[in-house]
């Protein structure tokens, strides 16, 4: 079956630093990759869809600056939280869309920011 | 724009009993709907979907959801409970396939021995 493999699953990063989240897809080639983010007991919000070697389409109110998404192939796509705050912390969660597979999604990487 | 509420935040249910989460969407026209299930801080896993065809379907581990064009919505049911089925469950729909989804807000289901 279809694997999405995302990393780190958990992350601790400094106040002001960056830090990247990579999604792949490890046996399929994946059309359209998205990203969400997960607060507590929430549910999934959409930041943004990318398509391979295309610019990301951001959800309104995600700063475009902040988060940048890279989809520089058909597996890989990888979102950098750029300047961190602690308001940043969260559950990311990538998805992978492959017309046989339909979506995928990976594990998720828990962002903390101290 | 398409929106799905799930009713219930919160459901207790006795290992062994039967389950229902609700699901209402809102679209134009016939959505493609999905059951995940979620772990804690773990990812989210397909339960099942319908594109078309049989309003019935069947997933995973024991769970079938039934679409319902005239009430929007995508209610899912399992027969008989067991403790593993401890977890959030989300909702979600699609305008096709390929496109964005749009969740629900979750319910978290209790299992109680």
């Known amino acids: 079956g279809a694997v999405v493999s995302q990393h780190p699953s958990r992350v601790i990063c400094k106040s002001g630093t960056s830090v990247k989240i990579e999604c792949r897809s490890l046996?399929?080639?994946?059309?359209?990759m998205f990203w969400y983010r997960q607060f507590p007991k929430k549910s999934l919000m959409l930041m943004a869809t990318?398509?391979?070697?295309?610019?990301?389409?951001?959800e309104q109110g995600v700063e475009k600056d902040k988060f940048l998404i890279n989809h520089a192939s058909l597996t890989l796509s990888t979102l950098t939280v750029t300047s961190a705050h602690p308001e940043d912390s969260s559950f990311y969660i990538c998805?992978?869309?492959?017309?046989?597979?339909?979506?995928?999604f990976g594990s998720g990487t828990r962002l903390t920011v101290v | 724009a398409q929106s799905v509420t799930q009713p219930d935040i919160h459901i207790t249910v006795s290992e062994g009993a039967s389950l229902e989460l609700r699901c209402n969407y809102s679209?134009?026209?016939?959505?493609?709907l999905f059951w995940y299930v979620q772990s804690p801080g773990q990812g989210l896993q397909l339960l099942l979907k319908?594109?078309?065809?049989?309003?019935l379907v069947q997933g995973i581990k024991g769970f079938e959801a039934e679409f319902k064009r005239s009430q929007s919505s995508f209610n899912l049911r399992k027969p008989s409970v067991h403790w593993s089925d401890a977890a959030e469950y989300f909702c979600?729909?699609?305008?096709?396939?390929?496109?964005?989804?749009?969740f629900g807000g979750g319910t978290r289901v209790l299992v109680k021995p």
């Open positions: 679209y134009g026209a016939t959505p493609y």
């Open positions: 979600a729909v699609g305008e096709a396939a390929g496109n964005k989804l749009t």
């Open positions: 319908y594109f078309s065809g049989d309003t």
């Open positions: 046996d399929f080639q994946a059309t359209t």
């Open positions: 998805s992978a869309h492959m017309t046989v597979y339909g979506y995928t």
């Open positions: 990318s398509n391979e070697g295309s610019k990301a389409t951001y």
